[in-house]
Structures are given as C-alpha cells and as structure tokens.
Nanobody
C-alpha cells in the first residue's frame, strides 16, 4: 500500500499558475504510475494527467494539454503538477492517485476566479 498527500492548492485569478505536489509514503513509489484527477462541484471526478513510474511517459486530458505539466522526483517520493494559464473551469479538488493500489490522497482545492 502507499499513502498519498497532496499540497499546493489555492486561489488564483485566471491566467495564473499553481504547482501541486503529491508526496508518497509506505510503498515502492518508484515503481508506480501516478495520476492526477480533479472533481469540480456537482461533477464527476475526471482524469487530468498521468506519469509513468520512471517519468518517461506522460499523458494529459485534452483540455489541459499545453497548460499543465506532470513530473516526478523519485528521490523525493514526489509527483508534481505544474498548472499554468489557469481557467475558471480548472476549479475543483485535485487528487493524486496510485492505480496499482487504488490509493487516493485527501485532495487539495484549486479555485480559479475570472
């Protein structure tokens, strides 16, 4: 099993940037693919981005391509989500997820105002 803790959320104006962090403990982090998902008020949770265990492959939901960047530092057991050119529709709770164990963090709130 692995435990995940997100941080870095906050409130920004449209066009601003935030960097989210997901710190893992209790498992073999450097063998795990890690995903970021988000849930907007009144909507279902949706996939945002993913990074392979070694960082060689990344995947993005279409609406965030070119604005968000996922990366990882296995020495620090951390995955990052750099979010630039934020839009109000990016508002939601962002979750870190390790699919192999179906482990989720508690989420971090991102609010983008117009």
């Amino acid at each position: 099993q692995v435990q995940l803790v997100e941080s870095g959320g906050g409130s920004v104006q449209a066009g601003g940037s935030l960097r989210l962090s997901c710190v893992a403990s209790g498992g073999t982090f450097d063998s795990l693919d890690i995903h970021w998902s988000r849930q907007a008020p009144g909507k279902e949770r949706e996939f945002v981005a993913a990074v392979s265990w070694n960082g060689a492959k990344t995947y993005y939901e279409e609406s965030v391509k070119g604005r968000f960047s996922i990366s990882r530092d296995n020495a620090k057991n951390t995955v990052y989500l750099q979010m630039n050119s934020l839009k109000p529709e990016d508002t939601g709770v962002y979750y870190c997820h390790a699919p192999r164990y179906d482990s989720w963090g508690q989420g971090t709130q991102v609010t983008v105002s117009s």
